[in-house]
């Protein structure tokens, strides 16, 4: 099973990610755009595009690597991925599910103003590159092929975390953490996410 967590950004899908996976056994977290990363540093700058989504390799290379790994892997893929074009949508997760591969997603929806917030509690300044793409994020996942939403205006990671294994039937593993131990975690997943990009 592939669970694909989508959203704006700021919407919490990194850290939604990485809670599933401490709470699913046998679980792995797969994060496309270090497929964008390499394109984007083996490409010359005169052919460069400005968003690794628009190269079609971009999409046919997750897709056979999700295929792959689905095909070999036994336990449940989780993606945090924000993806807004239709066409991009179809062309990965369409395909998989041609396939008869089984993946969930999710849409993790808040306001404009709570995504701002968001963003600013992990240190993005204000119109940031991520909060440019608020409007255009929205405006995208409206489409009726985003299915599964999910407001999250109200909720905890730990809420959206539940819904979504609730609907995914997945039996959640027990959270004996404390709330010292969580945030460490919370703070450890937000450094992984630093990308220092030449």
């Known amino acids: 099973m592939i ?17 599933l996976q401490r709470r ?11 497929v964008g990363f390499f394109i984007r540093k083996n490409i010359p700058a005169e052919v460069k595009k400005n968003d690794f989504q628009d190269y079609p390799m971009w999409r046919e290379i997750n897709y056979t690597m999700l295929k792959h790994i689905n095909n070999h892997y036994e336990g449940t893929i989780i993606i945090p991925m924000t993806i807004v074009n239709p066409q991009y949508f179809e062309e990965i ?18 306001t404009k103003e709570v995504l ?20 255009r994020c929205v405006e995208g996942l409206s489409d009726r092929i985003f299915e599964q939403r999910i407001d999250t ?10 819904q979504i294994a609730s609907l995914s039937n997945i039996n959640l593993l027990p959270d004996n953490r404390g ?7 919370k703070i450890k997943t937000q450094i992984k996410q630093i990308r220092l990009i030449n």
């Not at 669970?3 to 809670?19: C, D, P």
């Not at 205006?153 to 539940?162: A, Y």
């Open 93 to 110: 997760v369409g395909r998989l599910r041609s396939d008869r591969i089984t993946i969930n997603h999710f849409v993790l929806c808040a």
């Open 24 to 34: 699913i056994s046998d679980s792995f977290i797969y994060d496309p755009e270090n």
């Open 179 to 185: 709330t010292f131990r969580k945030k460490y975690d």
């Open 116 to 135: 701002q917030k968001r963003l600013r509690s992990r240190g993005e300044r204000k119109n940031s590159w991520a909060e440019q793409q608020i409007d």
């Open 3 to 19: 669970i694909w967590v989508n959203g704006a950004f700021g919407s919490g899908k990194t850290q939604t990610a990485y809670e």
């Open 153 to 162: 205006n109200k909720l905890t990671i730990e809420d959206v975390v539940i």
